[in-house]
């Protein structure tokens, strides 16, 4: 059973920056592809970011892409998510989630959360205008 603990949420102002971090344990971290969704109040959870068990390839949201970049320590079994540039559109609650690595054959199962079967109990960020 893998365990997943989200942090580094908080409030900003529009055109800052923050770093969450989601810890992993009671698992081979290297076993399991990493992403990042949230889920904004009234709105369906949507894809943010994802990235290969070995970290060779990520993936991104177009509304995303090139603000936020994703990465993992497999040393600490420990993912990240670098939120630049946020806009009030990125307030949401922002959740970490694990799949199983070997099950991810198309770069389109990244992207589908229910290819993930491990969440967080997520963190809240928000942005001020």
């Known amino acids: 059973q893998v365990r997943l603990v989200e942090s580094g949420g908080g409030l900003v102002q529009a055109g800052g920056s923050l770093r969450l971090s989601c810890a992993a344990s009671?698992?081979?971290?290297?076993?399991?592809?990493m992403g990042w969704f949230r889920q904004a109040p009234g709105k369906e959870r949507e894809f943010v970011a994802a990235i290969m068990w070995s970290g060779a390839r990520s993936y991104y949201a177009d509304s995303v892409k090139g603000r936020f970049t994703i990465s993992r320590d497999n040393t600490k079994s420990t993912v990240y998510l670098q939120m630049n540039s946020l806009e009030p559109e990125d307030t949401a609650v922002y959740y970490c989630?694990?799949?199983?690595?070997?099950?991810?054959?198309?770069?389109?199962?990244?992207?589908?959360?229910?290819?993930?079967?491990?969440w967080g109990q997520g963190t809240q960020v928000t942005v001020s205008s």
């Open positions: 989630a694990a799949g199983e690595a070997r099950t991810y054959y198309r770069s389109l199962d990244y992207y589908t959360p229910n290819k993930y079967g491990y």
């Open positions: 009671g698992g081979t971290f290297t076993n399991y592809a």
